[in-house]
């Protein structure tokens, strides 16, 4: 009985410990152009705890591409965060040049990240 009664313990336990668990959504994808004309799309995913996963439709986000020096091309992604997220994680990612940025915010807040495309 003892035994059992610790099975079902460990098994309430973990569903409790579980409620806990991040939720992430990923933002509808970006596309832009680089300057040497590729037509590349930015990604970005927001993580939250779970109680406040009905308040991801609320985040933003737009890209904005400038010219390095370097010849290829920056991409400054704003990820707004509504003020009723208390933290998040957010990655913004261009899957065809393997080039990612991660970062946390809080919420009413505006998450930067900055990614650099080589030059086709």
């Known amino acids: 009985?003892?035994?059992?009664?610790?099975?079902?313990?460990a098994v309430g336990g973990a569903g409790a410990a579980?409620?806990?668990i991040a939720w992430c959504t990923a933002d509808p994808p970006v596309h832009v152009d680089t300057v040497?004309?590729?037509?590349?799309?930015?990604?970005?995913?927001?993580?939250?705890?779970?109680?406040e996963?009905?308040?991801l439709k609320d985040v933003t986000s737009d890209a904005v591409v400038t010219a390095n020096v370097a010849?290829?091309?920056?991409?400054?992604?704003s990820v707004y965060i509504p003020a009723s997220i208390s933290?998040?994680?957010v990655v913004a990612q261009v899957k065809r040049y393997h080039v990612s940025a991660t970062a946390s915010g809080s919420g009413g807040s505006t998450v930067l990240l900055y990614l650099?495309?080589?030059?086709?």
């Not at 009985?1 to 313990?9: D, P, T």
């Not at 010849?71 to 992604?77: F, K, N, R």
């Not at 650099?116 to 086709?120: A, E, F, K, L, M």
């Open 18 to 20: 579980s409620a806990n």
């Open 36 to 51: 040497s004309g590729a037509n590349v799309t930015v990604s970005t995913s927001v993580t939250v705890p779970k109680a």
């Open 71 to 77: 010849g290829g091309t920056d991409i400054a992604v």
């Open 53 to 55: 996963a009905g308040y």
């Open 1 to 9: 009985m003892a035994v059992l009664m610790s099975a079902a313990m």
């Open 116 to 120: 650099t495309v080589p030059v086709d």
């Open 87 to 89: 933290t998040t994680i």
